[in-house]
């Protein structure tokens, strides 16, 4: 095999790889907000306003075939990536020739962590990255060997912006870039070729998207009816915006430094080089050009800017193609050096295991696989996970997709409540080390942790049913919970009010109790101990109810009943016997009184102000 094969076949088996990876992440990484929307409509559920891209459409075919999964909803852009890696390879091969420079120039696009994600995610970016590739291809070829082919090159610029609103940016500034190429290399005679060449192009190329728009409307359009062709041709104008990489993802958000540093290099290899290596530079300098003109313009005319970690990924082929240009005319072994660094960075960042930007997402597919294999072994009615909201979307896309009407979603403010599994932010999960969770699952990528409760705070909870606590523990309530003192006016303090007990997190004086108050502590059985309790008889609410009898219980046992004359600020303490403590240390402490206020606005039973209580010697 000789020298110039070795690099062709080089590049074939990276952009093989690249194909396997995209096919790989699509069957195995976790649906991501990315998706929601063509996911969502695919299985039927209601979805925000649509991009309104080729790929929905495309995905609803592909799953009318081989079903509705991660995989097939995905296959659309998987294509788009074979296509991309392959665009890649044709427009090095166009600039190099069977050279090094050609497995670089397909490594410098297809390795970049944005390519791999918007290649294998159901978002319609990948279709149409993959057609604006083969498009610049064969405008490439057209203006390096003057080998036109505009109804091709038109079709796949209109797929591209068909597929994705994002591409009308990258498919003007192609056909500008054509254009000022043609006009520079033909002179007047450039005149004639636009009439009969770069116009057919230019009509397919924008008559494709319209029409697709005319019966899908995309994301800046949706929320009105497209009842005229116009409309189609509205929406194509004001659909697209700015993408730059997002600050969470592998680069900062420096979109517009990279169009500059792009647009430079081509620049640069354009005035170093000649024949039709500089056609290829300038072509691609234009259009990088003429698409940082168009952004900068868009949002002046009336479009907001709407920022994404997928941005500009029409530049990504430019991006490649004119890092290798310029390496190689500046300094053949010292641009090797730089472009292979770039490639290292590239490769240092590559994974599998979920989409940049969107890594608090990636276990969710995971976790679901789990609760199913659960739900399996022990067969129940509901279960009850407790997530944040922001997961709603996934956790419902994937309720719908594999049919899971047994699982229930706790809302937002009930977290720290009792469910069957806990799935939860690392952070969030450290709060709740006193409701002894036992760990599941444990993703340090995407900071997250699946956890149940464990043994030990399950013989807990049996304990305290013996104990005749038939009810849930209130949110914040710590089973696990062992202080034999709790004080109302100390952060954490709500762990130890098990039911009828003002359980916010936060610290505060006076805790308002309601029918049944019930506390959890901790005092193992001994003689001696004593239970003295600080509280306040509210003087507005109360002053026409005195007296008030307090009755105190531990482990159920009455240990003593006190009258209160007076208001405001009370005691109670009482001695405990041995026999109504327990050796393991579980100490129920509830406590009732023979008069409540009842507020009008919601019929709640008010009782007294906790201020803080519990064992002493």
Same mark, same amino acid.
């Given at each position: 095999?000789?020298?110039?094969?070795?690099?062709?076949?080089?590049?074939?088996?990276?952009?093989? @790889?690249?194909?396997?990876v995209c096919l790989?992440?699509?069957?195995?990484?976790? $649906?991501?907000?990315?998706?929601?929307?063509?996911?969502?409509?695919?299985?039927?559920?209601?979805?925000?306003?649509?991009?309104g891209?080729?790929?929905?459409?495309?995905?609803?075919?592909?799953s009318?075939v081989?079903?509705?999964?991660?995989?097939?909803?995905?296959?659309?852009d *998987?294509?788009? &990536? $074979?296509?991309?890696?392959?665009?890649l390879?044709?427009?090095?091969r166009?600039?190099?020739?069977?050279?090094?420079?050609?497995?670089? !120039?397909?490594?410098?696009?297809?390795?970049?962590?944005?390519?791999?994600?918007v290649?294998?995610?159901?978002?319609?970016?990948?279709?149409?990255l993959?057609c604006?590739t083969?498009?610049?291809?064969?405008?490439?070829?057209?203006?390096?060997?003057?080998?036109p082919?505009?109804?091709?090159a038109?079709?796949?610029?209109?797929?591209?912006a068909?597929?994705?609103?994002?591409?009308?940016?990258?498919?003007?500034?192609?056909?500008?870039?054509?254009?000022?190429?043609? @006009?520079?290399?033909?002179?007047?005679?450039?005149i004639?070729?636009?009439?009969? +060449?770069?116009?057919?192009?230019?009509?397919?190329?924008?008559?494709?998207?319209? %029409?697709?728009?005319?019966?899908?409307?995309?994301?800046?359009?949706?929320?009105?009816?497209?009842a005229r062709?116009?409309?189609?041709?509205?929406?194509?104008?004001?659909?697209?915006a700015?993408?730059?990489?997002?600050?969470?993802? @592998?680069?900062?958000?420096?979109?517009w430094l990279?169009?500059?540093?792009?647009?430079?290099?081509?620049?640069?290899?354009?005035?170093?080089?000649? &024949?039709?290596?500089?056609?290829?530079?300038?072509?691609?300098?234009?259009?990088?050009a003429?698409?940082?003109?168009?952004?900068?313009?868009?949002?002046?005319?009336?479009?907001?800017?709407?920022?994404g970690?997928?941005?500009? =990924?029409? !530049?990504?082929?430019?991006?490649?193609?004119?890092?290798?240009?310029l390496?190689?005319?500046i300094?053949?072994?010292?641009?090797?050096?730089?472009? %292979?660094?770039?490639? =290292?960075?590239?490769?240092?960042?590559?994974?599998?295991?979920?989409?940049?930007?969107?890594?608090?997402?990636?276990?969710?597919?995971?976790?679901?696989?789990?609760?199913?294999?659960?739900?399996?072994?022990?067969?129940k009615?509901?279960?009850l996970?407790?997530?944040?909201?922001?997961?709603?979307?996934?956790?419902?896309?994937y309720?719908?997709?594999?049919?899971?009407?047994?699982?229930?979603? =706790?809302?937002?403010?009930?977290?720290?409540?009792a469910?069957?599994?806990?799935?939860?932010? *690392? =952070?969030?999960?450290?709060?709740m080390?006193?409701l002894?969770?036992?760990?599941?699952a444990?993703?340090?990528?995407?900071?997250?942790?699946?956890? +149940?409760?464990?043994t030990?705070?399950?013989?807990?909870?049996? *304990? %305290?049913r013996?104990?005749g606590f038939?009810?849930?523990?209130q949110?914040?309530?710590g089973?696990?919970?062992?202080?034999?003192?709790?004080?109302?006016?100390?952060y954490?303090?709500?762990?130890?009010?098990?039911?009828?007990?003002?359980?916010?997190?936060?610290?505060?004086?006076w805790?308002w109790?309601?029918?049944?108050?019930?506390?959890?502590?901790?005092?193992?059985?001994?003689?001696?101990?004593?239970?003295?309790?600080?509280?306040?008889?509210?003087?507005?609410?109360?002053?026409?109810?005195?007296?008030? +009898?307090?009755?105190?219980r *531990?482990?159920?046992?009455?240990?003593?009943?006190?009258?209160?004359t007076? %208001?405001?600020?009370?005691?109670?303490?009482?001695?405990?016997?041995?026999?109504?403590?327990?050796?393991?240390?579980?100490?129920?402490?509830?406590?009732?009184?023979?008069?409540?206020?009842?507020?009008? +606005?919601?019929?709640?039973?008010?009782?007294?102000l906790?201020?803080?209580?519990?064992f002493v010697?």
């Amino acid at each position: 095999m000789t020298g110039s094969r070795q690099w062709r076949w080089a590049a074939v088996a990276l952009v093989v @790889f690249l194909s396997a990876v995209c096919l790989r992440r699509a069957a195995t990484q976790s $649906i991501v907000s990315a998706e929601w929307d063509l996911h969502s409509r695919a299985i039927g559920l209601a979805a925000p306003p649509s991009h309104g891209g080729l790929a929905a459409p495309a995905a609803a075919v592909v799953s009318a075939v081989a079903g509705v999964s991660e995989f097939s909803l995905r296959l659309p852009d *998987v294509v788009g &990536g $074979i296509l991309f890696f392959t665009g890649l390879f044709l427009l090095g091969r166009l600039a190099f020739g069977d050279s090094p420079w050609l497995p670089l !120039t397909v490594a410098l696009g297809g390795l970049n962590p944005f390519a791999l994600d918007v290649c294998s995610m159901a978002a319609g970016r990948g279709l149409g990255l993959g057609c604006w590739t083969l498009a610049a291809y064969l405008t490439a070829r057209w203006v390096a060997d003057g080998r036109p082919i505009p109804s091709l090159a038109g079709a796949l610029l209109g797929l591209a912006a068909a597929a994705d609103p994002q591409q009308c940016f990258g498919v003007a500034a192609l056909e500008i870039g054509l254009l000022v190429c043609l @006009f520079a290399t033909k002179g007047r005679g450039g005149i004639r070729i636009a009439m009969a +060449e770069i116009a057919p192009l230019c009509l397919i190329s924008w008559v494709i998207p319209a %029409l697709g728009y005319w019966v899908h409307p995309p994301f800046a359009f949706s929320d009105r009816t497209a009842a005229r062709f116009l409309d189609g041709l509205k929406a194509l104008a004001t659909a697209s915006a700015l993408h730059v990489p997002s600050s969470t993802g @592998f680069w900062p958000r420096l979109g517009w430094l990279s169009i500059a540093a792009t647009v430079a290099g081509l620049c640069a290899a354009a005035l170093l080089s000649s &024949g039709r290596e500089r056609r290829l530079a300038m072509l691609f300098s234009v259009a990088g050009a003429a698409a940082g003109v168009l952004i900068w313009a868009v949002p002046r005319v009336g479009r907001d800017r709407w920022f994404g970690a997928e941005g500009l =990924a029409f !530049t990504l082929p430019l991006m490649s193609l004119g890092g290798a240009l310029l390496a190689r005319r500046i300094h053949a072994k010292a641009g090797a050096v730089v472009a %292979l660094g770039v490639v =290292a960075a590239f490769a240092w960042r590559f994974q599998t295991h979920a989409y940049y930007g969107y890594e608090a997402q990636a276990a969710t597919r995971d976790v679901i696989t789990r609760l199913e294999a659960r739900e399996r072994s022990q067969p129940k009615a509901r279960l009850l996970v407790s997530a944040p909201s922001s997961r709603s979307p996934e956790i419902d896309v994937y309720r719908k997709l594999r049919g899971i009407n047994w699982l229930a979603q =706790a809302p937002d403010n009930s977290l720290e409540c009792a469910a069957d599994f806990y799935y939860l932010p *690392v =952070a969030r999960f450290a709060r709740m080390e006193s409701l002894g969770l036992r760990v599941i699952a444990d993703d340090g990528r995407a900071g997250t942790v699946l956890a +149940e409760m464990g043994t030990a705070a399950r013989a807990r909870v049996g *304990v %305290l049913r013996e104990l005749g606590f038939a009810d849930e523990p209130q949110c914040n309530a710590g089973v696990m919970a062992e202080a034999r003192w709790v004080d109302s006016n100390l952060y954490g303090s709500a762990r130890y009010y098990l039911r009828d007990i003002d359980d916010r997190m936060l610290p505060d004086r006076w805790r308002w109790t309601y029918e049944r108050p019930a506390f959890l502590l901790h005092q193992t059985r001994r003689e001696g101990v004593r239970f003295r309790m600080d509280f306040l008889i509210h003087g507005l609410y109360f002053r026409d109810k005195l007296p008030v +009898e307090l009755e105190v219980r *531990v482990n159920g046992r009455e240990i003593g009943r006190r009258r209160y004359t007076s %208001l405001e600020q009370q005691s109670f303490d009482a001695a405990v016997p041995a026999e109504a403590l327990r050796e393991d240390g579980v100490a129920l402490v509830e406590t009732s009184i023979d008069r409540y206020y009842v507020a009008p +606005e919601d019929r709640q039973k008010l009782g007294y102000l906790f201020i803080r209580g519990g064992f002493v010697d």
